[in-house]
């Protein structure tokens, strides 16, 4: 059973463009939480999903970021018209149910935008 | 809105000895689990160890342990044997617990902490 896989490691983007981060969770797991670290700190909620539906948006910002968890396919962090203030490592967990007792984290994407 | 403190940024430790993390915590809920997560140089976020807030007992992982106290919303971390492989960011983190709700996780800022051979 492979783990929460998340890909690209590394992106890096000019000002402007698009980022899209993908986060297939773990096998049986409905469950997808997005944070997002920047240096020196902690991670910060982004969003919760369950597969077609978006359950907590609270952390994310209103303009530029969307999220998706399809019933098929991984979920996906988009970032329009990145900003340098995107420079961050964004992180998913994935858990089987809702407690994020069993949430298991990715490797993380670091993104750069220059 | 519940915080997560983590006052020491750094420490540093030789190997063999034991060491303890301290993290405070600011809530209103009474239903809720406290959480010590690892991030090593590979980035990766691995759990070290859980505390269920409704249990007295404070919980153990081998070589860690945790000091839980209620009332003085503390939840701290004692590594012993410390180990090289300790060496990594330790972060401190919070969930409430819901009925169908999002029970994102609350971190701490982190330590960064050292074990010296």
């Known amino acids: 059973n492979a783990g929460v896989m998340q890909n690209p490691r590394h992106l890096v983007r000019r000002r402007g463009q698009e980022a899209r981060l993908r986060c297939s969770p773990m096998k049986g797991h409905s469950h997808v939480y997005w944070y997002r670290q920047l240096p020196e700190e902690g991670l910060k909620f982004m969003v919760y999903?369950?597969?077609?539906?978006?359950?907590?948006e609270s952390g994310m910002p209103k303009e530029r970021f969307s999220a998706e968890f399809p019933k098929e396919g991984p979920s996906i962090l988009r970032i329009q018209q990145v900003v340098r203030g995107d420079s961050a490592a964004y992180f998913c967990?994935?858990?089987?149910?809702?407690?994020?007792?069993?949430?298991?984290f990715g490797q993380g994407t670091r993104l750069t935008v220059v | 809105a519940q915080t997560v403190t983590q006052s020491q940024p750094e420490m540093s430790v030789q190997e063999a000895e034991t060491v303890t993390l301290s993290c405070t915590y600011d809530t209103s809920e009474s239903n809720y689990y406290l959480f010590w997560y690892k991030q090593p140089p590979s980035r990766q976020m691995i759990l070290v160890i859980r505390q269920e807030a409704y249990k007295q007992q404070n919980a153990t992982e081998n070589r860690f342990s945790v000091n839980f106290q209620k009332a003085a919303k503390s939840f701290s971390l004692k590594i012993s044997d410390s180990q090289l492989g300790d060496t990594a960011m330790y972060f401190c983190?919070?969930?409430?617990?819901?009925?169908?709700?999002?029970?994102?996780?609350?971190f701490g800022k982190g330590m960064k902490l050292t074990v010296n051979p």
């Open positions: 967990a994935s858990s089987p149910r809702q407690l994020n007792t069993e949430a298991f």
């Open positions: 983190a919070f969930s409430k617990l819901t009925q169908g709700g999002s029970e994102k996780l609350v």
């Open positions: 999903l369950q597969k077609e539906n978006i359950i907590d």
